[in-house]
């Protein structure tokens, strides 16, 4: 794995998630399906179990090892106490984010890569879950909390190597049950993977959220004139001698990509968004912040 | 060869391509520029759409004008255009060059031989025989072979012009015997002067046809030596630059330099040849040296004249009374003062009168005598050219018959006279001006200079003329006479401070010197010589180009021979007979060669100018802004932009003013050490600790405080500033610039020291790879005098700790400096000889000094030495031997001028033995 020269150092990649993810405050996700969950967490469950939190001493049953008697609790009388810990639970979320050659595109000089904001995104979103006590990983990677974690990720961004080919998908088989996923990509290329992850999520219990995240010009498409579109990677083309009459097929066929997008995500109870580059970050932030806690 | 009004065509068939021109015009218009090309990720969204209004675009009429104009530049240009042709008759019969190959033609030889070759060229094309005389009158006698011109080529392009003058062959017909059929058409590339023969070959070439003379492109310039009472040079030259003449010779280290620049006098102009005197006006010490002169960028031997006996050292016999031997007494002795005066810049010769003659001097000084046994016979040699210099004293003044005594310009009156003695009247006598134009001119009289005594000249009309110095009450101080070609000096006045304080002055040593120079060159000398010496030796010759080449497979030369000048056999160049040494120089008089019934080719006219290079450069150009314009359609002018930004940007950075580094500054405030960055990070890091730890020796055990070590880049950085520069060698090393060795040669002369450490001290020697050759050729260029192994009494072996060895981290390897003089003797009573007035600019050694001195940041050693103690007792005299070094590069020879301390010990004992 080489590291992309393009992309940013992990100091100024995580400076940048910092800025953006400043205003809000920790997440904590909704805790649903918490009850076969066993890895511990901030989410209190009220019981004992394994957990960090003090919850209750109790008189030591047979069964109990001497190991797990309270020695100090106990020698103020008689009996023997076991010091049980309020049972935790933690969210673990996935982040996925788009290598594919097309992240490299930034339509201007003003403008940063799709890709480049992709992860800005993934990773301010990654330290507002860390801040709330989650457990926050790359798909395929695994999760864990604390502050550390999002220098982790960050670190994993920069050495991430662009893919050959322009378009990027995850691969379902490291989905895991009943975690979160949040994918971060352009969906312009062939999105048949889409379905099959979703089918695959919803059977896992996988729930999540898939963001696009497009450049100003791959919204407006302001070209005209004789012109020959290239994918980044260059494998595919397409000549024009008048791109200014394809501005209305290419937005309709934009149109259509997006909802039938939505269309999937609502399906199985995943949500969908998009987000410009040339819009602030914290606003999709906001809104992943938002579908994500509520 | 198509030829429209000045412009001529080499392959004019090529310009039917022109008429493609049209066509190409249609096809260009029809074809669409080049699309603009865009990345865009969204481009799986457009495929399979359609365009609803195709674009018909056009390329722009100027893109099109621009290409069309380099395609024609381009036809142009193969067509093989020429600005004003020389168009040439078809010449059919043989081909004769002739090439004047003395040192004449030497400046412009190599376009002689292009101009040659391109004669030869055509010829062979045309199939013309041809044949090339080489005027160096080495060629074989007989008729001149012809033969295919192409054969010819390497023989022109082998051969060298020689030091001697242009040689033509005897007899031109009977080497014109064999000429094949047809027109003989010649071409003789001429050097420009008058040669014996010439006339009888231009009149036997231009009966058998035409001949085409190209005369030479450059002035001639030449020099030669003028023999005369003073010798001195004549820049002859054929137009009227007045270039410098340069003295060349051995500088005090023993290499050759420019010593000193003569300007050349007014000239006279004769017929087209300027005449221009130069005088030799040197310091005797610095003309003594003088081995060549040669004027300022010329390159052939006559621009050379080499210095022989005729330049140097007059010989001077010196007569007088015998010295008294006691030391004290020497002071009185009148041959001690002209000793000391002549010594430096004379051979003295002492004897008797007769034995003083027949040593054939230049200037006898005769002191005091007379009635002389010999005066016969000095007269003669006095006829003959001699200059005698006699001088006055007591027992010339006692002399009954004085007015009779022969070999003196004035007559003078017995007795002398005695001013400002105990018993008479008056104040010595100071000295008048001297006359301005006198053979004293210009030397100042000092005021306490004065005369007690001195011999009175009988009044005669003639004497204020024989008067070339006098007192200041006029009466005569020294006169001179001529006697046939030689002339008789008299001082009135003793060579001793008996008489006058004028023997104690400078002025005594200038005013001999001055009259030395007057003499002239032993002129029965080679007469004398020729009969002995029937042969002369070549020792160095010069060749055409007046570089100096050895001697080598030449006989010796007759002395008859010799006296015709350079020559077959004899090129231009030092000859020896015995211990005298001549020179036999290249020049001499010059005459303008004229050319009646040839054709002289002039330089404007020589090719024509070929416009094929200059068309295709034009046609690179357009197809350049050809690019830009295209660029400029498919990209909107950004990149247009950004390449006429990167063509006019890299008109190039200026660099700044060389000014110093702040870290050199401060190396020639605290006498840092400097080390030479060899590129090796691991050397040049111990070099650092190395000196490092030497300056923490200085500062800890001498009065010498350097601060840290400066690392010196050779090929930017000032070396004025230093003292001392270790360089340790490696095998990488890239050698530094030329203008980095000019930098380290002055550095060297002006009193730097460089330690060379090649740092091979364990493994030289036992046949593994030594860095001797990295050495060698990093110090090639620099001026380093003839080395030898340190001495055991050198210098450096006491300049402040008595060393035997010089060890570093190695051992038992010679460390070597410059060497001793020959002929350095110890003198009586003091351990060790007077080697050495200078400071060895170099030392050089194996023993990797650097790794030994080198310590960290804490001040421990970095590298190990030996085993245990004895290792730490290496260590211990390798910063001894770098602070003797230090020393010695600071101090020079300071130590070595230790023949008083036998005195100053006894001076302590004294005050010892005073004290309590």
């Known amino acids: 794995m080489t590291p992309n020269p393009a992309a940013l150092s992990p100091a100024e990649l995580r400076a940048r998630a910092d800025a953006a993810s400043a205003h809000l405050p920790g997440l904590i996700l909704s805790a649903e399906r918490l009850a076969a969950m066993v890895a511990p967490g901030a989410h209190g469950l009220r019981r004992a179990g394994p957990g960090e939190d003090f919850w209750q001493y109790r008189p030591a049953h047979p069964g109990d090892t001497a190991r797990s008697i309270d020695w100090r609790r106990s020698a103020r009388s008689d009996a023997q106490y076991v010091r049980d810990r309020e049972a935790q639970t933690a969210q673990s979320i996935g982040l996925w984010v788009s290598a594919g050659q097309g992240m490299g595109y930034g339509g201007g000089a ?31 990677q695994p999760a864990r909390a604390g502050r550390v974690q999002a220098d982790r990720i960050a670190e994993a961004f920069a050495m991430a190597a662009t893919a050959a080919d322009d378009s990027d998908a995850p691969t379902p088989d490291l989905l895991r049950p009943n975690r979160r996923l949040v994918i971060l990509s352009d969906f312009l290329t062939d999105p048949a993977w889409v379905q099959a992850l979703l089918a695959r999520a919803g059977a896992l219990g996988v729930r999540g959220v898939l963001m696009q995240v497009l450049d100003p010009d791959e919204e407006n498409f302001p070209y005209s004139g004789a012109v020959v579109f290239r994918s980044l990677s260059g494998r595919v083309r397409h000549d024009s001698r008048d791109a200014a ?50 | ?72 530049a381009l036809i142009l240009a193969f067509a093989g255009p020429v600005w004003k042709p020389v168009v040439q008759g078809p010449a059919s019969g043989p081909l004769l060059v002739v090439m004047d190959a003395g040192w004449s033609a ?85 050097d420009g002067l008058d040669h014996p023969n010439r006339t009888g070959w231009l009149s036997a070439l231009s ?127 009148q041959l001690y003062y002209l000793r000391r005066a002549l010594a430096p810049t004379t051979d003295l010769v002492e004897g008797g009168l007769g034995d003083v003659l027949s040593t054939a001097p230049d200037v006898i000084i005769v002191a005091d005598q007379v009635e002389m046994a010999e005066v016969g016979e000095l007269a003669e040699w006095v006829n003959e050219g001699g200059l005698l210099i006699r001088f006055a004293g007591p027992r010339m003044a006692a002399f009954d018959r004085l007015i009779d005594e022969p070999l003196l310009p004035v007559m003078l009156r017995q007795g002398g006279r005695d001013i400002g003695g105990a018993l008479s009247w008056g104040d010595p006598r100071g000295l008048a001006p001297f006359a301005g134009d006198g053979v004293f001119a210009g030397l100042r009289a000092p005021d306490d200079v004065a005369v007690r005594a001195q011999l009175m000249a009988q009044p005669a009309p003639d004497l204020t003329d024989r008067t070339i110095a006098a007192l200041s009450d006029n009466t005569p101080l020294v006169t001179r006479d001529r006697l046939g070609q030689g002339q008789v000096v008299l001082f009135h006045v003793t060579a001793n401070a008996e008489w006058s304080s004028l023997p104690l002055s400078g002025l005594f040593v ?28 070549p020792e160095m010759v010069l060749d055409g180009f007046g570089r100096a080449a050895p001697a080598e497979g030449l006989a010796p030369v007759p002395a008859t ?149 400066v690392a010196i880049d050779l090929d930017r950085d000032e070396l004025s500033v230093l003292t001392f520069l270790y360089w340790p060698v490696t095998a990488d090393q890239s050698p530094p610039s030329p203008q980095a060795y000019l930098r380290l040669n002055h550095f060297l002369r002006s ?166």
């Open chain 2, 561 to 709: 021979d010799l006296a015709q000048g350079p020559g077959v056999g004899r090129p231009a160049g030092i000859y020896a007979a015995g211990d005298r040494r001549v020179a036999l120089n290249a020049a001499g008089p010059l005459a303008l060669a004229t050319w009646p019934g040839a054709t002289v080719e002039s330089a404007a006219q020589t090719a024509g100018r070929d416009l094929k290079g200059l068309l295709i450069a034009a046609a690179a150009l357009i197809l350049a802004l050809d690019a830009l314009g295209s660029a400029a359609l498919a990209r909107g002018g950004r990149v247009a932009a950004m390449l006429l930004v990167a063509t006019f940007g890299m008109t190039g950075t200026r660099a700044d003013a060389q000014d110093l580094k702040p870290e050199l500054m401060r190396a020639a405030d605290e006498v840092a050490l400097a080390y030479v960055e060899t590129g090796d990070d691991e050397v040049d890091q111990t070099s650092y600790e190395g000196l490092r730890g030497l300056s923490l020796s200085l500062r800890q055990r001498t009065s010498v405080e350097p601060g840290e070590p």
């Open chain 2, 106 to 190: 030497a400046p412009d030889w190599a376009a002689r031989q292009t101009r040659a070759e391109r004669a030869l060229t055509e010829a062979a094309a045309q199939g013309r025989p041809a044949a090339l005389l080489l005027a160096d009158g080495q060629a074989d006698p007989g008729p001149l072979r012809f033969a295919p011109a192409d054969t010819l080529l390497a023989g022109l392009r082998a051969a060298q012009p020689v030091s001697w003058p242009t040689t033509l062959p005897e007899d031109p017909q009977a080497a014109l015997a064999e000429i094949p059929e047809g027109r003989l058409s010649a071409l003789w590339l001429a």
């Open chain 2, 510 to 537: 200038e005013m001999l010197d001055r009259l030395i120079a007057t003499a002239r060159v032993s002129p029965a000398d080679e007469a004398a010589d020729d009969r002995d010496q029937p042969f002369w030796t």
């Open chain 1, 245 to 294: 009459g394809l501005r209305q097929a290419y937005l309709t066929r934009l149109a259509e990509r997006r909802d039938w997008l939505r269309a999937q995500a609502d399906g199985a109870g995943w949500h969908f968004g998009h987000h410009s580059t040339d819009h602030a970050p914290a606003v999709a932030l906001g809104w992943l912040y938002r579908v994500l806690g509520g």
């Open chain 1, 110 to 140: 003003d403008r940063p890569t799709k890709g480049h904001r992709a992860q800005v995104l993934a990773l301010a979103l990654a330290m507002v879950l860390l801040r709330g006590g989650e457990k926050v990983g790359l798909l395929g």
């Open chain 2, 1 to 72: 060869m198509l030829v429209l009004g000045p412009l001529g065509f080499a392959a004019p068939w090529v310009l039917t391509a022109l008429i493609a021109l049209p066509i190409l015009w249609l096809i260009l218009r029809a074809m669409p520029p080049s699309p603009r090309r865009v990345a865009f990720p969204g481009v799986a969204l457009l495929l399979g759409l359609t365009d609803k209004r195709p674009e018909a675009r056009r390329t722009p009429w100027w893109l099109l004008l621009l290409r069309l104009l380099a395609i024609a």
């Open chain 2, 207 to 333: 009966a058998r046809g035409p001949v085409t003379v190209v005369p030479p492109q450059r002035a001639l310039r030449v020099l030669s030596l003028h023999d005369g009472d003073t010798p001195s040079l004549t820049l002859t030259a054929t137009d009227d630059g007045a270039p410098g003449i340069l003295a060349i010779g051995p500088d005090p280290q023993g290499i050759e330099r420019e010593l000193a620049r003569l300007v050349p006098g007014e000239g006279v102009s004769d017929s087209g040849i300027l005449t221009r005197p130069v005088a030799i006006d040197l310091p005797p010490e610095l003309r003594n040296r003088v081995t060549r002169f040669q004027i300022e960028g010329e390159t052939h031997a006559g621009a050379v004249v080499l210095a022989d006996d005729r330049v140097k050292r007059r010989k001077v016999g010196l007569v007088g009374d015998a010295d008294r031997q006691a030391e004290g007494q020497q002071l009185l002795s």
């Open chain 2, 751 to 916: 009193g730097g020291m460089i330690l060379f450490d090649t740092r091979d001290g364990d493994v030289a020697g036992v046949g593994g790879p030594d860095m001797s050759e990295a050495l060698r050729s990093l110090a090639a260029p620099l001026e380093i005098p003839p080395l030898a192994p340190v001495p055991e009494d050198h210098v450096l072996t006491r300049s402040f700790y008595l060393l035997g060895d010089f060890p570093g981290r190695w051992k038992g390897n010679p460390v070597w400096v410059e060497a001793p003089p020959a002929g350095a003797e110890a003198a009586e009573g003091v351990p060790f000889r007077q080697l050495n007035d200078g400071v060895s600019p170099v030392v050089i050694g194996a023993n990797s000094w650097a790794e030994a001195w080198a310590v960290d940041d804490n001040g421990f050693p970095t590298f190990p030495i030996g085993r245990g103690w004895e290792g730490e007792q290496q260590r211990e005299m390798a910063y001894r031997f770098g602070i003797n070094l230090m020393m010695y590069v600071l101090t020079g020879n300071y130590k070595s001028d230790q023949v008083h301390v036998p005195a100053l010990l006894d001076r302590l004992r004294v005050e010892e033995e005073l004290g309590p």
